[in-house]
């Protein structure tokens, strides 16, 4: 049985006073859009759940806005369409181990650098990255599996490197 990403046993999401999930469309669980935050520190949990909904506290029934916040609720449908999926995490999860496994015995090429996942962590797998010698051209191999009908990108951006960023340096 998965039961999420973990290293020596610990969830991710576990660590520091804060843990967040996406729940992006190409993600194990997903709204469509957006996150969970997640903390079990109760000050901290006050402090999100107000700074979420615009900055607004109820007190004595009465909405008050203490803090600059923002509009940051989850829907009613995100919320029912994210829970109908944890209910089945654990297949959803297995599914993904399957495919990862597929391509672990499928990719023979020496020149491709297949994930390595230690064996005190447990993957998601919510993409399978894999490193091309500089033999290979990316974009003809993100091309051809295109038009094999595999999904695939150039998926790890290095944000230094990105347009804004080369601008906007000092």
Request: aromatic share 10%; charged share 25%.
């Amino acid at each position: 049985m998965r039961t999420g990403s973990k290293i020596e046993n610990k969830f991710a999401g576990t660590f520091g006073a804060f843990g967040s999930f996406s729940l992006h469309p190409r993600k194990a669980i997903t709204s469509g859009e957006g996150g969970i935050l997640v903390t079990e520190n109760d000050t901290l949990d006050s402090k999100i759940r107000i700074l979420r909904n615009h900055g607004i506290q109820v007190e004595n029934s009465k909405m008050e806005f203490i803090e600059a916040g923002f509009n940051y609720r989850m829907t009613d449908f995100q919320a029912a369409l994210v829970n109908s999926q944890m209910k089945r995490l654990n297949s959803i999860l297995e599914y993904k181990n399957e495919l990862a496994q597929i391509y672990n015995q499928e990719i023979k090429n020496p020149l491709i650098i297949k994930p390595h996942v230690p064996s005190d962590r447990n993957h998601t797998w919510q993409t399978y990255h894999v490193i091309l010698d500089k033999k290979i051209s990316r974009d003809k191999t993100i091309e051809t599996l295109k038009q094999e009908g595999i999904g695939t990108n150039y998926g790890a951006q290095c944000i230094p490197y990105q347009k804004y960023y080369q601008k906007n340096t000092l």
